[in-house]
């Protein structure tokens, strides 16, 4: 490989790490929640029913 091969490889490599190393910064900055516009509420405005405990409720009424 020329020289100036490995100066392109370089920069390109630098440019790819540098702008993917940029982007996950901007994503996990230690914000609490994702609100880009800075009105939307810091929790969600009911609970989720996709966990793991979703369907306890209704066993144990069945059950019991």
Known sequence: MSA???VFWLVSWTFV???TVFCFWRI???R???D?????P?????GGAAGPDADEPKQ????G
């Open 42 to 46: 810091a929790h969600p405005p009911v």
């Open 4 to 6: 100036a091969a490995i």
């Open 28 to 30: 996990l900055r230690l």
């Open 17 to 19: 790490i540098g702008l």
């Open 36 to 40: 880009p516009d800075g009105i939307g």
């Open 60 to 63: 144990r009424a069945a059950a």
């Open 32 to 34: 609490t929640h994702h």
